[in-house]
């Protein structure tokens, strides 16, 4: 910005334009939705006019941050953001204060560089993860999408408010009912932030959103070349000739099917499940027909319903006792996967929510050994924890997700 | 008469205008406690105000001309709280009163508004709506509808078989149980074939929870009450003739077939419009009915205004208890009560063996 | 002088089964009727006809001449009472409100001073006055029964129907009973139907009686007259022998072998 002619210029505004009732950028003089520099430095000097010199103008200090700010992230321009339920909000200001009812979101501004003092409510999950979300222990705690704390929500004077796109949907708009209906100043904007086929593009519009531009591209850059590279795994390879897997849920021969999400990243990583047909998307699965369907990979999964390791815990013994215990079932000593030594135990923290891509490249390269020899999951994973989530992990020593 | 007989009668009467007084008494002392409750619960929730605020904001809302709050203040208390508040005291007059009526017209103390299998339509309907997403009115007042819809056809098929077997208590109660299981079992059926979030749905909203109050409901809900309870009022003699007996109520004058029938729709009509709102709130039209009946006797001229009171303290009271106890997370209300039903039963068995 | 009370022709059946046949019978004011004849016999089914809880197949039943389907259900409450066999079901009512219920007929919302009154009276003819606040479901048997019998009387009506009203009572209490019953119908010139499985209470009692049998009318009349050994025969089934050595007939059944089963 050059601020001479700005500076020559503002000499002849000595009245800042009010501003408007409606929405608009702060400091839009001619209201037409595009801040010019013109217009920023009129507003810039209208209010250093109004508060040192006496002239009348009505734009505080925060005004003219936002104002900067719009001018710098969206061009001085309205931004429009779509979310993922499909509906527009247009923003003419900057996020200062958001309020997250998924962790998964939480975690992805997290991503992109977002500056977490900012959050200033997260929803009890979250708030309870001491080693995953160390410095949202004293953020506010606004319950969860099933029993919500509106009151509080309310009290912390939110400028957006995140909630899920395509799951709880009835519950999710209630909320978002209640709080347009009760305060229309708050924006409430629906992401998933978890499902691998709209991930990358919210990535995308949530940096944009909180102008976070750069550091997002380079966050899904990062997402979207780990899932290119899963996908090659099984590129080319004719459906017949992919490894058949037995994916085993959280209970005892229960496995995925449908639209279970776990089912979703097992075809993306390139297996596939036999057992998944039917419309139940957690089907219970008769014990012979795993033997005669002679699985080349079985995948059992850990975590909420079968509490062990994640990122609370260093327990490799139990994920071995887990695996010891499915390798002594009977008849199991003669499926391919055991014989080829192919059973391998994941952690759904890494096979859920916003990491999902971490656990689908284990899988992939579970599946495809050959192919995806330099597919390196555990660096993927330390990398994402370490420069993208900011926290101090370090995956050879803490926390357990995947065995062997 | 002599003028001994005379001043005996005289004893008696006086000893009946003192029950009179003392059932007035009650009453009178419910509906302070009922005040001072909605008073107490106005000022309870997350958001932390004082006293002071919590009124100021209601006056300004008032009297916006006068009194003047905080925006912030007068949101939370008008947008969140005194509509829940209320909500929850017609909730539980109205079940209340449901469950007193259905205690006299089944001549059974144990009897409730969920005795017929209303609360058991109501949630085949509620589940029709979230597992097959079917129903007559969409978008958000689907699950509502279908709830009212199918307490209303449990009641119509109550009044069917009855007819079919002749009205009288025992039929009604035989029907009821048969009502009950058929729509428990599809409700079962239902969430087997649903989704494990859809599961989650159903299953939330048989708890029962007064967290999805808004004004409009309220104000349907209170209509409601509004033309039933006096009605009923109006009949109190009636409900107190069937409590003789069938017979007995027929030969005193009761048109007995009608009345039963035209008392059952109104106690079925005035649980399916709360609980389509809440969810299935249970015990509460057991209880206050119940235990009031212990304290004013069974003249249902007494007995609704003061179980309906009851019901109101009971269930302002759970959800009271609810907010606060987990802060600040926000237990449904149909669990606290659930939790009532234990002492009370306790109470009763305990009674029985002394007597 | 038309009866208070006639049945004419009466009949009733359960669907397809035949319960009673043709009865017809008067009783007029002042007059204590029993109603007697073996279990089965159709009494309690004659009575819920004639009280209009059961609408009978064919025939008719006129209150003072006018037919009881022609009178609207208030009418007939305040013309006819009934009183059940047993308390019914415990309700936590005080004696003093479970008797003003038969005040119902003509209450408004709110109790009457007169109503009150008549209530209190009722209380005193049927000794209950001690009784008057306490709990119904508190009373003995036969402190019940003297309830439901002034729940009839402050009712003020011209006919009482009664529903073995005796049974669960002891020798002292079921005299007692009776002797109101005749009392007030003669006092107040009320038409009392009675149905008894007491012959002999029914005779020493009772002005006439009605003898059903298998749902017909056996025999109808004065006690002297229809209480004969043939009767017992025939429609109980029984060996008894009548005396009449007192003021009213009585039936001692004769067990096989003579008395106290001698040879």
């Known amino acids: 910005m050059k601020f001479w002619p700005l500076f020559a210029l503002a000499l002849l505004l000595l009245v800042a334009a009010p501003v408007s009732a409606a929405e608009s950028i702060p400091g839009d003089a001619d209201g037409d939705g595009l801040l010019t520099s013109t217009e920023y430095a009129g507003a810039a000097l209208a209010y250093l006019d109004s508060a040192y010199m006496g002239g009348a103008g009505d734009l505080s200090p925060a005004d003219i941050r936002d104002a900067a700010w719009v001018y710098t992230h969206w061009d001085g321009k309205p931004l429009e953001v779509t979310d993922s339920s499909g509906r527009t909000v247009t923003l003419y200001r900057p996020l200062h204060r958001i309020v997250t009812f998924s962790g998964e979101s939480l975690e992805t501004l997290r991503s992109i560089g977002f500056d977490m003092e900012k959050v200033v409510a ?15 222990q004293d953020t506010a705690n606004i319950g969860s999408i099933w029993s919500p704390d509106m009151e509080k929500v309310l009290t912390v004077q939110p400028d957006a408010v995140f909630l899920y796109a395509t799951i709880s949907t009835a519950v999710c708009d209630d909320i978002q009912k209640r709080l347009e209906a009760s305060s229309p100043g708050i924006r409430v904007f629906r992401f998933d932030c978890f499902k691998p086929a709209t991930y990358v593009g919210e990535i995308r519009t949530i940096a944009s959103m909180t102008g976070c531009a750069r550091r997002g591209e380079e966050f899904a850059a990062f997402y979207e070349s780990t899932m290119d590279r899963i996908r ?40 596939v499940n036999p057992f998944a047909t039917g419309t139940a998307e957690y089907p219970v699965v008769d014990p012979e027909a795993i033997l005669v369907t002679d699985p080349e990979v079985v ?106 | 008469m002599t003028g001994e007989a005379m001043e005996q009668n005289v004893v008696i009467q006086k000893g009946y205008a003192r029950l009179k007084k003392t059932r007035a008494l009650f009453i009178g002392g419910l509906f302070t406690a009922l005040v001072i409750l909605i008073g107490v619960a106005v000022t309870l929730g997350s958001a932390d105000f004082t006293v002071d605020e919590s009124y100021l904001a209601i006056l300004a809302g008032l009297f916006p001309g006068i009194f003047s709050a905080p925006e912030l203040t007068k949101t939370i208390i008008w947008d969140y709280r005194l509509h829940r508040v209320l909500f929850a005291v017609c909730a539980g007059f109205g079940l209340a009163i449901a469950g007193s009526v259905m205690q006299g017209i089944l001549r059974n103390p144990l009897a409730s508004p969920f005795t017929l299998g209303i609360a058991s339509a109501a949630t085949t309907g509620a589940s029709i709506a979230i597992v097959l997403g079917a129903g007559v009115a969409g978008g958000e007042y689907l699950v509502i509808t279908n709830a009212f819809l199918f307490a209303l056809l449990a009641a119509l098929a109550i009044y069917g078989m009855a007819r079919y077997r002749g009205i009288g208590s025992e039929t009604m109660v035989l029907a009821g149980i048969a009502v009950m299981y058929l729509f428990s079992a599809v409700t079962s059926l239902l969430q087997y074939v649903g989704s494990a979030e859809q599961l989650q749905a159903v299953v939330f909203w048989t708890f029962g929870s007064v ?37 007995v109520a027929a030969s005193l004058g ?91 039963f306790i109470y009763l068995f305990l009674r029985r063996r002394d007597a | 002088m038309t009866a208070r009370l006639s049945v004419e022709d009466l009949s009733f059946a359960y669907r397809d089964r035949e319960v009673l046949r043709e009865i017809t019978f008067p009783v007029a004011a002042g007059e204590v009727l029993g109603l007697v004849g073996p279990n089965g016999c159709g009494k309690t089914t004659l009575i819920r006809c004639v009280d209009g809880m059961l609408t009978p197949r064919g025939g008719r039943v006129l209150l003072s001449g006018r037919e009881i389907r022609t009178m609207h259900r208030r009418e007939v409450a305040r013309a006819m009472a009934y009183v059940p066999q047993s308390a019914g079901n ?35 003819l049927l000794d209950l006055r001690g009784l008057a606040l306490r709990k119904v479901s508190e009373l003995s048997g036969g402190e019940r029964q003297r309830v439901m019998i002034a729940r009839a009387l402050v009712q003020e009506t011209g006919v009482i129907l009664l529903d073995e009203p005796t049974s669960n009572l002891d020798v002292c209490h079921q005299m007692a009973a009776m002797e109101v019953l005749s009392g007030l119908a003669e006092e107040r010139g009320l038409a009392v139907v009675i149905a008894l499985h007491d012959l002999n209470l029914a005779a020493t009692y009772c002005h006439r009686l009605l003898v059903l049998s298998a749902g017909s009318v056996y025999g109808y009349g004065a006690p002297e007259e229809v209480l ?16 009449r050595d007192l003021s009213a007939p009585y039936m001692v059944p004769v067990r096989s072998g003579g008395l106290r089963g001698r040879a």
Not at chain 1, 262 to 267: G, H, I, L, V, W
Not at chain 2, 216 to 235: D, Q
Not at chain 3, 229 to 242: K, N
């Open chain 1, 232 to 271: 090659d795994g099984a590129a080319g390879t004719p459906e017949n000739e992919r490894p058949r897997v037995y994916f085993e849920y959280w209970f005892d021969y229960t496995t995925v099917a449908a639209n279970a999400g776990y089912n979703e990243k097992t075809e993306l990583a390139g297996g």
């Open chain 1, 122 to 136: 997260v929803d009890k999950y979250s708030h309870g993860k001491e080693t995953f979300f160390p410095e949202c």
């Open chain 3, 228 to 243: 004969t050994e043939e009767m017992l025969r025939t429609v109980y089934g029984i060996e008894a022998v009548v005396k």
């Open chain 3, 90 to 124: 415990r309700t936590s009512s005080t004696v003093f409100e479970t008797v003003l219920m038969g005040r119902r007929p003509y209450l408004s919302w709110t109790v009457s001073p007169e109503d009150e009154e008549k209530v209190a009276e009722a209380l005193d």
């Open chain 2, 211 to 247: 967290d999805k109050s808004t004004w409009p409901k309220l104000a349907i809900v209170s209509l409601v009450l509004a033309c039933t309870v006096p009605y009923l009022l109006y009949r109190a003699w009636d409900l107190n003739a069937l409590a003789e007996g069938d017979e």
């Open chain 2, 254 to 344: 009761v048109p007995v077939e009608r009345s039963m029938i035209l008392f059952m729709v109104i106690a079925s009509l005035i649980t399916a419009v709360i609980i389509c709102f809440t969810g299935t709130i249970g015990f509460i039209g057991l209880v206050a009915p119940h235990i009031t009946r212990m304290v004013v006797g069974g003249d249902f001229r007494t007995l609704l205004p003061a179980s309906g009171l009851v019901g109101a303290l009971l269930l302002l009271g759970a959800d009271s208890i609810a907010r606060s106890v987990l802060a600040p997370q926000v237990l449904p209300v149909g669990i606290v009560t659930a939790f009532l039903g234990v002492p009370f």
């Open chain 1, 299 to 404: 995948v059992k999964l850990v975590g909420q319903g079968l509490a062990v390791g994640g990122y609370a815990g260093h327990d490799i013994a139990a994920l071995d006792t887990i695996r010891a215990g499915m390798l002594g079932r009977p008849g199991w000593s003669g499926i391919s996967a055991v014989k080829d030594d192919r059973v391998h135990v994941i952690h759904s923290d890494i096979l859920g929510g916003a990491q999902h891509f971490i656990g689908t490249a284990y899988l992939a390269k579970w599946f495809y050994p050959d192919r995806l020899a330099e597919l390196d999951p555990h660096a993927i994973h330390q990398r994402y924890l370490t420069e993208f989530q900011g926290i101090d992990f370090d995956l050879a020593s803490e926390g357990t997700f995947v065995y062997p």
